[in-house]
């Protein structure tokens, strides 16, 4: 059963699972967690990829990317690319399953939650101000930071011996929790198109109580800025060696 497919697909399941599950549990209303902050949001998406990269290697896959930029990054930095199509699919199959999940969980939340915004926002990012270049150049920083930073906490050029075995998620878990109070922001910070993406199809397809619209005229720039990152960032650790 344990394979790179089921681990990359649950790894990103538990990811969003309980990622936009602590969105939805401080926006929607009645929620016991309702507007506790942005300091809960990004402490529990940070906690919520220690969970899903643990998971992931659990469930076989070793590699443990959950978020195609990385998967796109790791290509670029080897020069393989063979495990675009299996990885992708498998990560946007499981974001997808996750967000139904959040839905199903809180599900006597969203018809007391009259902000469609609010509901949409539990499920996929928005800007803070919609500026389509720089909600770009926001998404590219942030995920380069993402990429480069993890692959330095994994580089031999860095610690001699590599992390410590089962260091690897914590150290990734700190890193998206400094990304998210230092440069989210911004756009709320997706830094991941399968974290946007799946959720967001999710909301698109979901008979979620008083939904508004899922705001496909911005979904391009949680997919195109982090892939954009990522590529980036993968060059720049090929030319170091990392």
Same mark, same amino acid.
């Given at each position: 059963m344990r394979?790179?497919?089921?681990?990359?697909?649950?790894?990103?399941?538990?990811?969003?699972?309980?990622?936009?599950?602590?969105?939805?549990g401080v926006l929607l209303k009645r929620s016991k967690a309702e507007n506790s902050g942005w300091m809960v949001i990004a402490t529990g998406w940070g906690f919520a990829v220690v969970c899903g990269v643990f998971t992931a290697v659990l469930c076989g896959s070793q590699d443990a990317h959950l978020n195609p930029a990385i998967t796109l990054a790791?290509?670029?930095? %080897?020069g393989d690319f063979s495990?675009?199509?299996?990885?992708?699919?498998?990560?946007? @199959? /499981?974001?997808? #399953? =996750?967000?139904?999940?959040v839905w199903l969980h809180y599900f006597p939340h969203w018809k007391v939650t009259e902000d469609t915004e609010?509901?949409?926002a539990t499920f996929c990012t928005a800007p803070a101000i919609r500026n389509p270049i720089a909600n770009f150049f926001s998404e590219v920083i942030g995920t380069a930071v993402l990429v480069l930073v993890a692959g330095a906490m994994t580089s031999k050029l860095v610690l001699s011996t590599g992390p410590a075995a089962?260091? %690897?998620?914590?150290?990734?878990?700190?890193?998206?929790?400094?990304?998210?109070?230092? @440069? /989210?922001?911004? #756009? =709320?910070?997706?830094?991941?198109?399968?974290?946007?993406?799946g959720p967001r199809l999710a909301h698109a397809t979901l008979p979620i109580a008083?939904?508004?619209?899922?705001?496909?005229?911005?979904?391009?720039?949680?997919?195109?800025?982090?892939c954009t990152?990522?590529?980036?960032?993968?060059?720049?650790?090929?030319?170091?060696?990392?």
């Open positions: 394979s790179p497919f089921f681990g990359e697909f649950m790894g990103t399941l538990v990811l969003i699972l309980l990622g936009n599950g602590v969105v939805a790791m290509a670029v930095q %080897s495990k675009i199509p299996l990885f992708v699919s498998a990560q946007m @199959l /499981g974001a997808f #399953t =996750g967000a139904t999940l609010a509901k949409r089962g260091l %690897s998620p914590y150290l990734v878990g700190c890193l998206v929790w400094s990304i998210g109070l230092s @440069l /989210g922001g911004t #756009t =709320g910070y997706a830094i991941n198109p399968a974290r946007d993406l008083g939904k508004g619209k899922s705001d496909w005229g911005y979904a391009l720039i949680p997919v195109l800025g982090p990152g990522g590529v980036l960032a993968g060059l720049l650790l090929r030319a170091l060696g990392a």
